[in-house]
């Protein structure tokens, strides 16, 4: 409180960012949540171009094509032939969702004197499951969503079993139109995460599924002129070999992780490339960008409940395929 801050920050021209870090157990290196190093409008995996060793790699210079980016699915009619049957489009209103699924549709503050509507909803994570399923299954895409089409910048984050470890996540920057921006990066985040595998039909049970939109962009002039818990973070500095390098935390990720401002710094610094000493002189040399973002989850579970309380309205699937594919996919929830 009482900082000077800087006017003006720009999301829709920055560099892809992080949203979370692998568990500590999975790996000895330093925790894999930052953006690589880079500018432009390039999406990039969380943890940015740096794999599960912690070396950083470059984004595609300003104007470029987004890093690990796929095309960009063409809509169409979901069904065919084969089995498993493919999953309906999931847009529409939370009517029939399950107690667990209803729950996540519910805004904070939302009917309160001067709230926001969120735009996130668990359509949105139901539709990323959408996209993957059919893409695993070697269905056609789902059918276009119904829920709004406005650009945000954007993550999707795919977390797996009990313990809900990172299994992949990439976002961009860049403003992109819901509908084509959560196709892309739906398979983005599962499949080309560079730290992980891709994503098999064998995980689909265990998987949660996380949508983030990010918003209100602003430059500060204070490095420590952002509330963990409250504010994403996107810094930029020179490393020691003057290059200019970029990372990111999501909001969440300083709070899960328990650290206070200087350690997500100095967690940013390292994972964006800096490999020497960072001192306090250094830390006031960073530009800090905050920013807010609007997060949805779901489950698996979650996401079947959806579906068939729904009843298939856009894609028709005979009873007896509908209960053998939920038969198939209900798996012990330790498992993972």
Request: proline share 9%; hydrophobic share 30%.
């Amino acid at each position: 409180m009482g900082r000077k801050r800087c006017v003006g920050g720009d999301g829709s021209k920055m560099a892809a960012g992080c949203c979370g870090v692998k568990k500590q157990k999975l790996s000895s290196s330093p925790p894999s949540g930052s953006a690589g190093p880079g500018g432009g409008g390039g999406g990039s995996h969380c943890g940015g171009a740096a794999a599960a060793g912690g070396e950083p790699g470059a984004l595609p210079p300003p104007g470029g094509p987004r890093l690990n980016g796929i095309g960009v699915l063409a809509g169409g009619a979901a069904g065919c032939a084969l089995s498993p049957p493919p999953p309906p489009s999931c847009g529409g209103g939370p009517a029939g969702l399950s107690p667990p699924a209803s729950s996540l549709l519910a805004s904070p503050g939302s009917g309160g004197p001067g709230c926001r509507k969120m735009v996130v909803s668990a359509e949105m994570c139901c539709f990323c499951f959408d996209v993957l399923y059919c893409h695993l299954y070697g269905y056609q895409p789902p059918r276009s969503p119904r829920f709004t089409n406005d650009p945000y910048p954007l993550f999707v984050t795919w977390k797996i079993g009990r313990d809900k470890r990172l299994r992949g996540c990439i976002g961009t920057f860049s403003a992109m139109n819901l509908h084509s921006g959560l196709r892309e990066y739906t398979l983005t985040s599962a499949l080309k995460d560079s730290r992980f595998p891709p994503v098999t039909r064998d995980e689909l049970p265990r998987l949660f599924c996380s949508v983030s939109l990010l918003t209100n962009f602003e430059d500060v002039c204070d490095y420590m002129d952002w509330e963990v818990g409250v504010h994403g973070i996107r810094i930029e500095f020179i490393n020691e070999k003057g290059s200019k390098r970029t990372a990111t935390y999501l909001p969440e990720v300083a709070k899960e992780q328990g650290w206070d401002h200087i350690q997500t710094i100095d967690s940013l610094l390292r994972k964006g490339g800096y490999k020497a000493p960072i001192t306090n002189e250094f830390r006031k040399t960073i530009k800090l960008t905050r920013y807010r973002s609007e997060k949805m989850t779901m489950s698996y579970t979650e996401y079947l409940a959806h579906r068939q309380h729904h009843h298939f309205q856009n894609v028709k699937i005979p009873c007896s395929s509908v209960q053998d594919l939920q038969i198939r996919h209900k798996q012990p929830q330790h498992q993972g």
